[in-house]
């Protein structure tokens, strides 16, 4: 499978994602850019996608928020699109009450119609691939990530999501039942530079405006109409609160899409409205919301929650509704309000004004919510979108992960592994060793590790497990190096060690090592006494190089334990692999007890894990090779 980001690498919004497997493809999200975007002036031209023979491509939405749905208008109308069907209805909703205002939110209505559904936990296949919708919590309702598998081999793709929220404390047991361990991970970083869990819950924010609401009997909440957790946890909030919930007749038709549909949730009343307590829709007088002198003393005596949006028609209506002791929430992203961001809103900072309180939780997760996710998954590695510093989220997750840093347009393609004729590409690096070994004997104090082989997976390719390595970041302080192992049919055997800085470090080539062989030992560099760093048992020990592997050595080796016949001596030594035959000889320099026992005083290292010596820096914490 081949994943290609084409847009998203390097910002937030805008993602589109290809999965491809023998042909088919599948694309995630085609949504507009924020505005600001770095590629904001350059349209996609992507074969499958915008152009070309579409019969083997389909496009998965995650969920009906702009920078993921937005641009699905100029793709041709032959190419099917999926969404989540709830999501689906609300996007349809916004479209046809926002197709008065332009003709590109009538044509979404229309394009919207052909769009085809899926369901949450019901796995649909298309061409090679199957995919798991997997409903996920986000400030869109009925949001999706995908659990996408082509040829045995799975990927997972977030979508945007959050942990915090009302349904998050699902999402464990989801991921368990519906997804399971996968191979990689497509994850959206939004919040990549807000590391640390500070983010408040949705249900913390619900009681914060609970709270205002009994103190102040006269609200007003500015909030994203789509937003329909939000809506329906300040709904809820001004029920017990004892205040009447207003909202204008397009609100309501998003809020009764949603209002009894809860058998997908199971038995959650979060979207139920309370009996006699219905949300209570604004009337109209042709373009003006009515208020007569009934209404306004209604108000005045009952309180009010009213939801808001920026325009000139709640402008002119909250000026005629009580304003003594009224107050204002903004309950969606401050940025908007920053005349120094580029998604500055000025409709929006005229209508709010200056007055106003900020009660608002995010609808991306934080990144310690994220690392718990990637723990249940247990990905080879993870490729961060939707966020504008991949290299912080690198800088996060590089010591626990390998993040793939790709940019836009660049491919990632890993194949499952098919049992033989591989290429694989693993990272290796240096940690402390744990309690799984001792040392015996260590007279000069030497310091020595444990190997950490991290494998990136397989590949069809030499250079796309190449590829795969220079866009991977692994542990860059521990880092030791990148191997690449081919297995490929017809062609010998093939092991390649690069340098971290990918200088060739060795390589073993499979054919004629043998010590009557003209390739036996010609590349061993090391001479007799030199010290080295050799990987033995998966551990990092540093050693005297003794030579290379002899005759002699195997046979005192063989007879260690008492003497042997002669005979069976050739047998065993037949029985040799041609890579036995690349070793050398070392003596290690400290005494090692591992889980597979004690390391020999003399014992042997494959050539290519013969690492150069090197003493660790004075600061004992952090060895550096
Ligand atoms: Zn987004
Ligand atoms: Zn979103």
Known sequence: MKITVHRGTDQIGGCVTEYESNGWKLFVDYGEQLPGAPTSDKALEIEGL???????????????????????????????????????????????????????????????????????????????????????????????????????????????????????????????????????????????????????????????????????????????????????????????????????????????????????WGKSRLYKYVDGKEPIVLQRDGAAFRVTDKFSDFLEEHGFVMIARANDRFDKFLSKIPKNGKKTFLSMWNGYLDRSKTAYNPALAQSIGTEYEYLHTSGHCDMASLDRLLDMLKPKSIIPIHTDNPQRFADLFCEKWPVILLEDGESFAAIRDPGFDTTTAKVMAFQEPDNSCEVIENPENLQWWMVDNKFLGEFQWWDDADSALHHVVYAPKRLLGYAIE????????????????????????????????????????????????????????????????????????????????????????????????????????????????????E????????FPYKTSSTNEDTPSL
């Not at 052909?114 to 199957?130: N, Q």
């Not at 109409?225 to 397009?250: C, I, Q």
């Not at 046979?555 to 029985?575: I, L, M, T, V």
């Open 50 to 264: 915008t152009y070309g023979n579409l019969r083997k491509s389909a496009l998965l939405i995650t969920h009906y928020h702009g920078d993921h749905i937005g641009k699905i208008t100029d793709l041709p109308p032959e190419l099917p699109i999926f969404m989540g069907k709830i999501s689906k209805e609300i996007a349809q909703e916004l479209s046809e009450h926002l197709s008065s205002v332009s003709e590109e939110h009538r044509s979404m209505a229309e394009r919207l119609d052909s769009v085809k559904t899926f369901s949450p936990g019901e796995e649909f296949s298309f061409g090679e691939f199957k995919i798991m919708p997997i409903v996920i919590d986000h400030s869109a309702f009925d949001a999706y990530a995908f659990r996408i598998e082509g040829k045995g081999l799975t990927v997972f793709h977030t979508g945007d999501f959050r942990t915090h929220g009302f349904r998050s404390s699902k999402l464990p047991k989801v991921i368990e039942k519906y997804v399971g361990e996968v191979g990689y991970v497509v994850c959206e970083a939004t919040n990549v530079n807000r590391p640390v869990a500070t983010i408040k819950t949705e249900s913390e924010l619900q009681k914060e405006f609970e709270s205002e609401f009994r103190d102040s009997r006269y609200n007003v909440v500015y909030l994203s109409s789509t937003n329909v957790d939000r809506l329906f946890g300040l709904y809820h909030a001004s029920v017990k609160a004892h205040l009447p919930f207003y909202v204008d007749a397009y609100q309501k038709r998003i809020m009764d899409i949603v209002a009894g549909r809860d058998n997908i």
């Open 486 to 601: 081919s297995d490929e049919d017809m062609a010998p055997f093939l092991y390649v060690v690069y340098n971290p800085d990918f200088t060739e470090h060795s390589e073993y080539n499979e054919g004629g090592h043998d010590p009557e062989d003209e390739h036996y030992q010609t590349d061993g560099e090391y001479t007799p006494g030199q010290r080295v760093l050799a990987v033995i048992d998966e551990m990092l020990v540093p050693c005297e190089v003794v030579g290379p592997v002899t005759v002699d050595f195997l046979r005192k080796d063989f007879n260690k334990y008492g003497p042997r016949s002669e005979e069976d001596f050739q047998e065993y030594k037949s029985e040799l692999w041609d890579w036995d035959w690349d070793k050398v000889v070392i003596r290690p320099l400290v005494k090692i007890k591992t889980e597979y026992g004690e390391i020999s005083s």
């Open 603 to 610: 014992t042997t290292a494959q050539r290519i894990y013969i």
